[in-house]
């Protein structure tokens, strides 16, 4: 079947769930298009996506500086692997390390954020001769098996059974709990350093220093899953050098989601101690350093900088956190930069779907009384006004 512009919702979504196997609740939207913070659909429609296509769009929908860049690499040369120099990969990684906190030394590029966090994993046990891994209740880290095993969070870590063997669960923000657990067999202790899908946790920033100490006291590796975190969505480039860690560096941070605004890839930057220990044949993936995955990188982070993307987080979430303080049934604000929850009394599933109808994309997340928003970096005053407006009118309806 051959789509035309004006192939009707009914008929797309009809394909779609007779061609492909139903493992994710859909949204009665079909995209067709994106620009910047705007979604348009086959049917004509326009929505305010403030769930930033699953955090991945963080530069926004189709940034031209971007397509522009890819456009250029899919002319040249679309992949080589990495057992080739490419000066397109050659500039990707200098452009990550160089944004990253100085300790962050050495990239390792992969395709998701799965892998990445799979990866982080096998480094820190190669690293330390040690197998057990500490990760923390309300934690995601992805659907592979060492990162399902990882994730002590709901259904996950049962549909990835049989886990693999050696992972233990502490209690997220409480440093005790590490402490009990944290004994010679451990490799690493892993974290989203905000946990999003929880519901947007976040530790006090002591809680990181606490972390960093007792690992560097019993040798273990400390990872941070910046999938979501990462990238400029905080505010920062990273959250490990940020002051919400009280600057605490891990000595492995992972990304992906935002890094190639759409192209799939993922990233594990690592210290100078730790590349010097990683040989040849220890890491590998066909398509991790692809040319047009590289070319998504380095235009991501310059439309980043270029935009000034970082201050405009910080200006955006200053001016939702006030608007939203105007809203009664707000009851908190988790989370920082544009990784938000926004809490509520009671279930926000008919707020996100309220909110849906009024063509504004939301997020939910697994505590069920926070809305999240993930929306492109370069979300502007106008239309968080219009997301506040349009808040309070789903609000006032169902009261
Ligand atoms: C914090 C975190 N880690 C890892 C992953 C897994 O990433 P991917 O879906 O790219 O494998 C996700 C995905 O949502 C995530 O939010």
Not at 113 to 139: H, L, V
Request: aromatic share 8%; proline share 4%.
């Amino acid at each position: 079947m051959t789509f035309e512009a004006t192939t009707s919702f009914a008929e797309i979504s009809a394909t779609e769930e007779q061609y492909q196997l139903a493992t994710y609740k859909k949204m009665p939207v079909a995209v067709e298009r994106g620009d910047g913070v705007w979604i348009y659909t086959s049917d004509g429609e326009k929505y305010l996506d403030l769930y930033g296509g699953h955090a991945v769009a963080g530069t926004g929908h189709c940034h031209p500086h971007v397509v522009k860049a890819l456009r250029e690499q899919s002319e040249k040369l679309l992949f080589y692997s990495n057992l080739v120099f490419s000066e397109t990969r050659a500039r990707a990684a200098e452009k990550l390390v160089s944004l990253a906190p100085p300790q962050l030394t050495k990239a390792f590029f992969c395709n998701s954020g799965t892998e990445a966090n799979e990866n982080a994993m096998r480094i820190a046990r190669m690293f330390t001769g040690r197998e057990k891994i500490i990760t923390f209740s309300g934690g995601f880290h992805g659907r592979t098996a060492d990162a399902i095993s990882a994730t002590f969070l709901g259904k996950y870590r049962d549909i990835g059974k049989p886990n693999v063997p050696g992972h233990i669960e502490a209690e997220f923000g409480n440093i005790e709990s590490v402490r009990a657990l944290a004994d010679g067999t451990v490799a690493a202790v892993m974290l989203e350093p905000i946990q999003s899908m929880a519901g947007v946790r976040m530790a006090e920033a002591a809680y990181y220093r606490e972390l960093r100490t007792l690992c560097d006291e019993r040798e273990i590796v400390l990872i941070y899953d910046e999938v979501q975190t990462g990238v400029g969505r905080t505010g920062d480039w990273f959250f490990a050098g940020s002051s919400a860690g009280d600057g605490v560096v891990p000595d492995i941070v992972t990304l992906a989601k935002a890094l190639g605004s759409g192209v799939p890839v993922g990233a594990c930057l690592v210290t100078d101690a730790i590349a010097d220990k990683i040989k040849e044949n220890d890491l590998g993936t066909t398509f991790g350093g692809g040319m047009l995955a590289m070319a998504a990188v380095t235009a991501t982070l310059e439309a980043i900088e270029n935009d000034k993307m970082l201050a405009n987080v910080k200006n955006a979430e200053l001016h939702l956190r006030e608007r939203l303080n105007e809203v009664e049934q707000v009851v908190a604000v988790h989370g920082r930069g544009l990784l938000l929850g926004l809490e509520f009394p009671n279930k926000a599933v008919p707020i996100h779907q309220g909110l849906l109808e009024r063509k504004i994309i939301t997020g939910t997340s697994s505590d069920a009384r926070v809305l999240r928003l993930l929306p492109p970096l370069c979300l502007k005053t106008p239309e968080i006004d219009l997301f506040v407006a349009t808040l309070e009118s789903v609000l006032a309806q169902a009261n």
